[in-house]
């Protein structure tokens, strides 16, 4: 069946780093033709004539990826097709491969229904504005008129991304590790690369199933690493990791079957970057620890907070040259040994090094990191229309007596004894909320200043707290 550009055009599917919706009604095949005929026209505007394409492992993901060859073909724009692979298996290769613009067919760990693109020209994730561009000239149908088509090309990159990361990660000692793939795309590839690596592996989910039959792939929802903690203490495991949908982010759990949530694993990152690259800058989210300002500082490092999204964090590592940034969702960006993309894949190889170059255990080694009491990100699921109202309403409205306001992404208020945050998601239809603080009670009492505030705005909004 031939493709067709959409009379109607969701405006709200291009979001902030990304293009995301449902394939049913919002990212279907024409669409995604749309998108491609848009974007080709882009590139030819930029003088740029070949791309990159990969998808995940969606049920969607096959189709959607012929809709945009065709429409990228007709522009003119030659294709290199690395098929079914991790999103950063199609970073890494914009820096291996003859182009640097790329396309990841991903719903990351959207529902299963859902999908997205992610898309990088001339090296660089696209931008709001321009995603907001692709939407205007879809909308005007200004697409680049070319009688020679594109061609297309058939690569695989598993090979020479596997090599790259043999030839920068080196594991001392033989660890047991849990590998927990969700049945992503990533169950495809990471086991057999830890076990070159030199780890045991034991897998968990590892058979890549668009459906997600035994749990969703987000490892930042913790009722999705339950069969990880019971596999670890089961298996007796050095530690347990597990993956995203297109194996982007990472978590990880300790061999006391503990969760580490991302801001302290990026923690001990941090310790190993700036043993090597002392001073250097490193970033993470609004959403991380207060804690790890002072130790980032007490390593000789520049702590530098950030907006959430990897289209921003990675822009603010180039503006400012940083080594390593992480987010509390569990991405994290290797500048130091790596080439600055989030890498769920890479970050898991570094942590086994971490590991292996030591003789105490995880849990051993993040006892000696400091810990706070803090909530997982809490979500509160709100319309795509109405999220960003919200959090304009509360900007407006905010008052914390004693508190710290920061507003460069959503509102984060810090205190003496911990901080909250509340921001609307940029990946799908929800508000985020996080709260930590030195004690129960008074996690208690930042969560009750938010409450009074949210209610004020909206009595009947449900509370995740």
Same mark, same amino acid.
């Given at each position: 069946?031939?493709?067709?550009? /959409?009379?109607?055009?969701?405006?709200?599917? +291009?979001?902030?780093?990304?293009? =995301?919706?449902?394939?049913?009604?919002?990212? $279907?095949?024409?669409?995604?033709?749309?998108?491609?005929?848009?974007?080709?026209?882009?590139?030819?505007?930029?003088?740029?004539?070949?791309?990159?394409?990969?998808?995940?492992?969606?049920?969607?993901?096959?189709?959607?990826?012929?809709?945009?060859?065709?429409?990228?073909?007709?522009?003119?724009?030659?294709?290199?097709?690395?098929?079914?692979?991790?999103?950063?298996?199609?970073?890494?290769?914009?820096?291996?491969?003859?182009?640097?613009?790329?396309?990841?067919?991903?719903?990351?760990?959207?529902?299963?229904?859902?999908?997205?693109?992610?898309?990088?020209?001339?090296?660089?994730?696209?931008?709001?504005?321009?995603?907001?561009?692709?939407?205007?000239?879809? *909308?005007?149908?200004?697409?680049?008129?070319?009688?020679?088509?594109?061609?297309?090309?058939?690569?695989?990159? $598993?090979?020479?991304?596997?090599?790259?990361?043999?030839?920068?990660?080196?594991?001392?000692?033989?660890?047991?590790?849990?590998?927990?793939?969700?049945?992503?795309?990533?169950?495809?590839?990471?086991?057999?690369?830890?076990?070159?690596?030199?780890?045991?592996?034991?897998?968990?989910?590892?058979?890549?199933?668009?459906?997600?039959?035994?749990?969703? /792939?987000?490892?930042?929802?913790?009722?999705?690493?339950?069969?990880?903690?019971?596999?670890?203490?089961?298996?007796?495991?050095?530690?347990?990791?597990?993956?995203?949908?297109?194996?982007? =982010?990472?978590?990880?759990?300790?061999?006391?079957?503990?969760?580490?949530?991302?801001?302290?694993?990026?923690?001990?990152?941090? *310790?190993?970057?700036?043993?090597?690259?002392?001073?250097?800058?490193?970033?993470?989210?609004?959403?991380? $620890?207060?804690?790890?300002?002072?130790?980032?500082?007490?390593?000789?490092?520049?702590?530098?907070?950030?907006?959430?999204?990897?289209?921003?964090?990675?822009? *603010?590592?180039?503006?400012?040259?940083?080594?390593?940034?992480?987010?509390?969702?569990?991405?994290?960006? +290797?500048?130091?040994?790596?080439?600055?993309?989030?890498?769920?894949?890479?970050?898991?190889?570094?942590?086994?090094?971490?590991?292996?170059?030591?003789?105490?255990?995880?849990?051993?080694? +993040?006892?000696?990191?400091?810990?706070?009491?803090?909530?997982?990100?809490?979500?509160?699921? +709100?319309?795509?229309?109405?999220?960003?109202?919200?959090? %304009?309403?509360?900007?407006?409205?905010?008052?914390? *007596?004693?508190?710290?306001?920061?507003?460069?992404?959503?509102?984060?208020? %810090?205190?003496?004894?911990?901080?909250?945050?509340?921001?609307?998601?940029?990946?799908?239809?929800?508000?985020?909320?996080?709260?930590?603080?030195?004690?129960?009670?008074?996690?208690?009492?930042?969560?009750?200043?938010?409450?009074?505030?949210?209610?004020?705005?909206?009595?009947?909004? /449900?509370?995740?707290?």
């Amino acid at each position: 069946m031939p493709f067709a550009v /959409p009379s109607a055009l969701p405006r709200a599917i +291009f979001r902030a780093n990304d293009i =995301r919706g449902n394939v049913h009604n919002e990212l $279907t095949n024409d669409v995604v033709y749309a998108i491609g005929l848009a974007f080709g026209s882009e590139m030819i505007k930029n003088h740029e004539q070949k791309i990159i394409i990969a998808q995940d492992g969606r049920l969607s993901s096959p189709g959607l990826a012929k809709a945009l060859i065709q429409g990228l073909k007709e522009c003119g724009v030659d294709i290199t097709d690395i098929g079914a692979v991790p999103t950063p298996f199609l970073y890494f290769a914009t820096h291996m491969l003859e182009t640097s613009s790329g396309i990841m067919i991903t719903g990351s760990h959207n529902p299963s229904d859902d999908n997205g693109l992610k898309i990088i020209l001339k090296g660089e994730i696209i931008s709001e504005d321009q995603l907001s561009a692709l939407y205007d000239r879809i *909308k005007a149908k200004n697409f680049s008129n070319n009688n020679k088509h594109g061609k297309v090309n058939i690569f695989d990159i $598993t090979n020479s991304y596997c090599s790259e990361v043999f030839n920068r990660v080196k594991i001392k000692r033989k660890l047991r590790v849990v590998v927990d793939c969700g049945n992503g795309i990533v169950g495809k590839f990471f086991p057999d690369l830890a076990r070159k690596l030199g780890c045991e592996v034991i897998e968990l989910f590892c058979k890549v199933d668009g459906t997600f039959p035994n749990h969703f /792939p987000d490892p930042s929802i913790l009722k999705n690493m339950t069969d990880l903690v019971k596999s670890v203490a089961d298996n007796q495991a050095d530690l347990g990791v597990a993956f995203d949908g297109d194996g982007d =982010r990472l978590g990880i759990v300790t061999d006391q079957g503990e969760i580490i949530y991302a801001d302290r694993v990026l923690m001990l990152f941090c *310790k190993q970057v700036l043993k090597d690259c002392p001073q250097a800058t490193i970033i993470y989210d609004v959403k991380c $620890t207060r804690l790890l300002d002072k130790w980032i500082k007490d390593l000789h490092g520049m702590p530098l907070m950030w907006k959430t999204g990897h289209s921003l964090i990675e822009s *603010k590592m180039r503006e400012v040259k940083a080594k390593l940034a992480g987010e509390m969702s569990g991405h994290f960006y +290797f500048v130091d040994r790596w080439f600055g993309f989030d890498d769920g894949l890479y970050s898991a190889a570094r942590l086994f090094e971490i590991l292996s170059e030591q003789s105490a255990s995880l849990s051993r080694i +993040f006892s000696q990191i400091p810990n706070s009491i803090s909530t997982p990100e809490l979500r509160i699921n +709100f319309s795509d229309e109405e999220k960003f109202k919200f959090i %304009d309403s509360f900007t407006k409205r905010a008052i914390f *007596k004693n508190g710290k306001i920061l507003t460069i992404d959503g509102v984060r208020v %810090d205190f003496d004894f911990g901080f909250g945050l509340i921001r609307a998601s940029n990946t799908s239809p929800s508000l985020i909320l996080r709260f930590e603080a030195d004690s129960e009670t008074n996690l208690k009492k930042i969560q009750e200043m938010f409450r009074v505030q949210m209610l004020a705005i909206n009595p009947k909004l /449900p509370m995740p707290f």
